[in-house]
């Protein structure tokens, strides 16, 4: 016996297992809190999407923080660790909110940078939701070129 298929208009959606399980975990986490407060911030807080770059002179990190306030970001560079925290202030909500999927609450990014910093002249911006950091290399660290003498 062999089945008819019917055509459709309607597209299917992949199956995204990571999604999926970023879903679950959210979920949990809020469940967590409301059954038991919030946890300590430091164990709560969330890493937000960044990228670091190399040039010659500098290292470079964007790190994407829509609607964060510049007061509410703290940078701190101890020796090659750079550290990014701060946190998402909740708006005032009116009635009852049925669905999140945006995060808020603490938030912390730290990279390691491979060589020597300047960090005297380390130099940060934050435009249209994202924070660029160029972190000056220090003048040992910086690609040098060598000439080539003799015949």
């Given amino acids: 016996m062999s089945l008819s298929v019917l055509p459709t208009n309607s597209t299917v959606d992949r199956w995204a297992p990571f999604r999926e399980l970023e879903n679950l975990s959210a979920q949990m986490g809020r469940w967590m809190d409301s059954a038991f407060g919030r946890l300590d911030s430091s164990l709560s807080a969330w890493s937000p999407l960044a990228d ?8 470079v990190v964007e790190v994407e923080l829509p609607g964060v306030r510049r007061d509410d970001v703290t940078i701190e560079l101890v020796r090659t660790e750079l550290v990014v925290s701060g ?31 300047d960090a005297d002249n380390v130099e940060a911006t934050l435009e249209d939701g994202m924070l660029s950091i160029r972190v ?13 003498t003799g015949s």
Avoid: N, W
């Avoid at 000056?136 to 080539?148: D, L, Q």
């Fill in 87 to 117: 946190e998402f202030k909740e708006r005032q909500r009116h009635g009852l909110l049925r669905h999140r999927t945006r995060r808020v609450g603490r938030f912390r990014y730290q990279v390691s940078l491979p060589d020597a910093v």
């Fill in 136 to 148: 000056p290399k220090s003048e040992a660290a910086r690609p040098r070129r060598i000439a080539i």
């Fill in 52 to 59: 670091v770059s190399e040039t010659d002179d500098a290292y």
